[in-house]
């Protein structure tokens, strides 16, 4: 009997990009030695008041996302647990490590705090869920949970100030914390509290409506308060309360295979995590192949940490186990269980095709699903079908990224963008030139480049401050390391969504002079930006070994020789900047392109008040040229759209993304 | 307490001396056969001193250049010592001459590289070193205790092709079924070894240790007199891998064990690659240990895929844990 054509492969998924993902296929034999482990692991956490460390090794392909899915669904579940006030089982969040080692707390904050808000199955979120649990262990709460905060809210307000300032006592939330958590609970200024609760750094006015100042930049340690948070929010679970924290991805922290910063600086964060915190299991999932690399590039007592519990290995498949896959595979798919009827299990496989496919040694779950889509192809078409090419499918991958990223970027991500999405675009765009740890003598230059051959450095200043004082902070700072520093060439760069108001006047001041000793001014596209984001994301997930193609697990050399045999010319442009003689070295050229980033910045800030206006009015009121302002907003076509008139109308365009 | 006596060197003492130095692998130096002696053969310092130098002067032993400051003795000569160690050398791989020199510099101290290359010359014509022709794309000669086998000659350039066709887009699985087509179906799997029973297998690195099949050998390799231990029985080398790697892991169930790790425990200094290779592979099909392949071997040098596990179908292994399922299974004499 022949299989109809339009039957689905059900062999054809093979990547788990997301524990957070629906759920899917599972054999729970698979694994279940690890998987238990890391259960009993939270079990005893709850006893022993220690935080401890897993480490899941495995090959690329071999489940290791799967494996946290399932963890996720098991630490998420819907059960009711017996206690009285209700409270979560556990906390869990799944983290991965797609950001560069200089932002690396800033990351696992934004991405805990996330996993914190989410609410799923019409559920509170985790971050509610805690919040209520600790407040009714401080003032009783008498029947349902949810009724008795409608009547606290409702009857006695000043209560919750009062809890609040007894968590705040209690789990080290600072005063901002405090009152943001208060805002939160409240509801009052939604995006401005989440923005805040994710590290973001908001401007001025966002800080105000939050009954906040923006921070001393004289002494802000953007790391060291992500830290703080991220202790804060794991102290607030309390003891009863076990933070699943699961890395994912550690690989993607190098920027290319010398690198050894950023699996250092994985090692800190999990000691720090370990030793500083009471109630946390930290996971962290890494490619076997990277095993000799992680123990020379972490510290000892790192390294010990992180599998301070187990060190536990993804073993490959055997027979028995394949078997069952294929089978629960097949068995997914409803219009099959007619057709195999009165065949084997397997068909329109067979057992001896998996032992085949399994060989002596074992195969990984990804080997064993790529083998059988191409079977039950043959099956179905009597032929194989060959698999694209690497390079269409690499081809493919950029283009569905590159949307993503355009979709969902806005401006609070230009700081993590550059900080990862840089490193990887000079690896690819010049090998020559190799990422340097950060100088200490140069703290505002986050990221340093050396020419391999004459070892000069370029830095790369990344000026993302909301709040203009901060700003102006920075920049004043940064002249003086710039006077200082044996820099061949130092970059700013900024966010053109961010503009430098006229009324900005200390870092308008900062910049010019800045500008004027050499410093170059670099406002990045968001077209730019987004491209920057899928060259990270893709290379990335080509280290950690979660790129595939039909199955067929894509190196990241393969990816980096096409992504620079096929990079955007907007990003070639940009490594150039940073490592090239740059034409913007080119006075004229310098000073024009000064001109036409002040234009953008001065109608950006325009049009945040006016919203539309026509091009005479803005120049009018800004007092610059009408076409040199036209032609500024005409190149920023993601930022300004224009209607042709006459007279020409411009407005600022909406971000697509919406804030969650 | 250990006493010490006093009674001056008999006959009796320099030849038990003499039988320590005899046994000892290596020279010793005067305070190693001191610590080597037992009982009433403990004599003070200044006293086996003297009996060392009588038996140097009576030219029953020798007296060696100094290493790391101090004189050795031996029973056997300077040229001995240094043949010695360059076939100790050359039993762990395959070096070219300047290797070779690095290899046994300091631990030949009076011995000129110009003497050294007499005696690698020597052990060549007695058979006992194979000179071997150079690997693709390479000119320069390397020599070995075993000769030359076709199989590290067609890994290699299999290894240079997948890192060549790679950037055209072939990958290595494309390569290695074109390979098969102009083979023709000639049978892949190595021929038996034509060395004789006194040769032990390869020892090369790329050695195709997997591609033979399931090995019960039970024949001890024999101590060819470089002073090294007996190699041990694969069971017996089984069952030491496994009580390693609980070792290193500190029984930690199902723990990650990287192979370079594993490889340098001295338990397996004097076991053969193609040897330590298949009884892990064995133990693999066995299902008592898990084999992990290394995803991206191509990104790595020669010299670091070396020291992985070699299967004979271009898989390289550079970790491996022992099964949960088998952990309490003890391996089988």
Not at chain 1, 286 to 296: A, E, G, N, T, Y
Request: charged letters at 30%; proline letters at 7%.
């Amino acid at each position: 009997m022949s299989l109809p054509a339009d039957i689905p492969n059900p062999f054809r998924e093979s990547v788990v990009a997301d524990p957070w993902s629906a759920d899917g296929v599972d054999v729970p034999r698979i694994h279940a030695s690890v998987f238990d482990e890391c259960c009993r692991a939270v079990d005893e956490l709850r006893s022993s008041g220690r935080s401890a460390g897993i480490l899941i090794q495995g090959q690329a392909g071999s489940g290791k996302t799967h494996l946290l899915r399932r963890l996720r669904m098991e630490f998420t579940s819907q059960d009711t647990p017996p206690t009285d006030p209700p409270r979560p089982r556990q906390i869990f969040s799944s983290i991965r490590l797609q950001t560069s080692p200089g932002m690396i707390w800033r990351h696992v904050r934004r991405r805990l705090t996330e996993d914190l808000l989410r609410a799923s199955d019409g559920r509170i979120c985790q971050l509610d869920q805690l919040l209520r649990f600790r407040m009714a262990e401080k003032r009783p709460a008498i029947g349902h949970l949810d009724l008795w905060w409608q009547y606290l809210w409702d009857e006695h307000p000043d209560a919750v100030d009062e809890l609040l300032d007894h968590l705040a006592e209690h789990d080290g939330f600072d005063y901002p914390a405090t009152t943001v958590l208060r805002h939160f609970l409240g509801g009052t200024h939604r995006r401005e509290t989440l923005g805040w609760l994710r590290g973001e750094q908001l401007p001025d006015s966002a800080l105000e409506k939050l009954g906040l100042k923006p921070s001393d930049e004289e002494t802000a340690e953007p790391e060291a308060e992500a830290r703080a948070a991220i202790r804060a929010f794991c102290a607030l679970a309390g003891p009863q309360v076990p933070v699943v924290l699961c890395f994912d991805q550690v690989e993607s922290l190098q920027a290319d295979p010398e690198d050894k910063a950023g699996l250092f600086a994985f090692g800190q964060l999990v000691a720090a995590l370990h030793d500083e915190t009471e109630n946390v299991l930290i996971v962290s999932c890494m490619q076997s192949s990277f095993l000799d690399d992680i123990r020379k590039h972490v510290r000892g007592a790192d390294y010990d940490r992180i599998g301070s519990r187990a060190t536990l290995g993804l073993d490959l498949l055997r027979f028995p186990q394949s078997v069952e896959l294929v089978q629960s595979r097949l068995d997914a798919v409803e219009p099959l269980a007619a057709l195999r009827a009165g065949h084997g299990a397997l068909w329109p496989l067979s057992e001896s095709d998996v032992r085949t496919i399994v060989g002596d040694q074992g195969c990984t779950p990804r080997e064993l699903l790529k083998s059988c889509a191409e079977k039950f192809t043959i099956a179905q078409r009597g032929a194989a079908v060959d698999a694209p090419p690497v390079e269409e499918f690499l081809r493919d991958e950029w283009d569905g990224r590159l949307d993503q990223a355009i979709a969902k970027n806005d401006a609070n991500n230009t700081e993590p963008i550059l900080a990862r999405g840089l490193p990887f675009l000079i690896s690819v765009a010049a090998p020559d030139w190799k990422q340097q740890e950060r100088d200490p003598r140069l703290p505002d230059v986050d990221l340093l480049f050396a020419d391999k051959a004459t070892n000069a450095r370029a830095g790369v200043s990344l000026c993302t401050q909301g709040s203009m004082t901060s700003l102006a902070a920075r920049l004043k700072r940064l002249r003086k390391q710039h006077a200082e520093a044996e820099l061949r060439k130092l970059i700013l760069v900024r966010d053109p969504r961010s503009p430098i108001g006229a009324g900005a006047k200390k870092a308008n001041q900062y910049l010019s002079e800045l500008r004027t000793n050499g410093a170059a001014f670099h406002q990045p596209s968001p077209e730019l930006l987004a491209a920057l984001d899928a060259l990270a994301s893709l290379l990335s997930e080509a280290q950690s070994g979660d790129l595939s193609a039909a199955g067929e697990t894509v190196t990241p050399r393969t990816v980096r020789e096409w992504l620079a045999a096929h990079l955007e010319p907007e990003l070639s442009e940009f490594a150039e900047l940073v490592t090239g003689a740059a034409a913007s070295d080119d006075a004229s050229d310098h000073a024009a392109a000064d001109e036409d980033a002040a234009a953008a910045d001065r109608l950006t800030e325009f049009l945040q008040e006016r919203r539309m206006a026509t091009i005479d009015e803005a120049a009018e009121h800004l007092g610059c040229d009408a076409l040199a302002l036209e032609t500024a907003a005409r190149r920023r076509p993601r930022q300004f759209a224009l209607l042709t008139g006459p007279p020409t109308v411009v407005f600022e365009r909406v971000e697509s993304a919406s804030p969650p | 307490m250990t006493t010490v006596t006093s009674a001056p060197p008999s006959t009796e003492t320099a030849s038990i001396v003499v039988k320590a130095l005899d046994a000892s692998p290596e020279p010793l130096k005067a305070k190693q056969i001191g610590e080597a002696l037992t009982g009433p053969f403990r004599f003070k310092p200044d006293e086996l001193q003297r009996t060392l130098d009588e038996l140097v002067a009576a030219k029953r032993i020798h007296q060696l250049p100094p290493y790391q400051g101090k004189v050795r003795y031996w029973t056997r000569s300077l040229d001995e010592f240094a043949r010695t160690r360059i076939r100790q050398a050359l039993d762990r791989r395959p070096l070219t001459r300047s290797e070779l020199k690095r290899s046994v510099k300091t631990s030949l101290p009076g011995v000129s590289e110009k003497r050294q290359g007499e005696i690698l010359k020597e052990l060549e014509q007695q058979g006992h070193v194979h000179k071997l022709p150079p690997l693709l794309n390479s000119r320069t000669e390397r020599f070995s205790m075993r000769p030359a086998d076709p199989r590290e000659y067609v890994t290699h350039a299999l290894d240079k092709l997948a890192e060549k066709l790679s950037k055209v887009g072939i990958d290595e699985q494309r390569l290695r079924a074109a390979c098969r087509e102009v083979l023709d179906g000639q049978a892949t799997e190595p021929a038996p070894s034509t060395a004789p029973p006194a040769e032990r297998p390869i020892a090369s690195a790329t050695a195709h240790a997997g591609a033979t099949a399931p090995q019960t050998e039970t024949s001890v390799a024999v101590d060819e007199g470089n002073g090294r231990p007996p190699v041990p029985r694969d069971d017996e080398l089984a069952r030491l891998v496994i009580e390693r790697m609980q070792a290193i892991t500190s029984a930690s169930h199902a723990a990650l064990v990287s192979i370079t790790d594993l490889r340098r425990q001295p338990e397996f200094d004097s076991v053969e690659k193609s040897t330590f290779d298949r009884v892990l592979l064995d133990l693999g099909r066995k299902e008592r240990v898990a084999l992990h392949r290394h995803d991206y071997p191509m990104s790595l040098d020669e010299e670091e895929r070396r020291r992985f596990v070699l299967d004979g179908h271009g898989r390289y292994y550079n970790a491996v844990s022992v099964r949960v399922e088998s952990r309490e299974l003890r391996v089988e004499s």
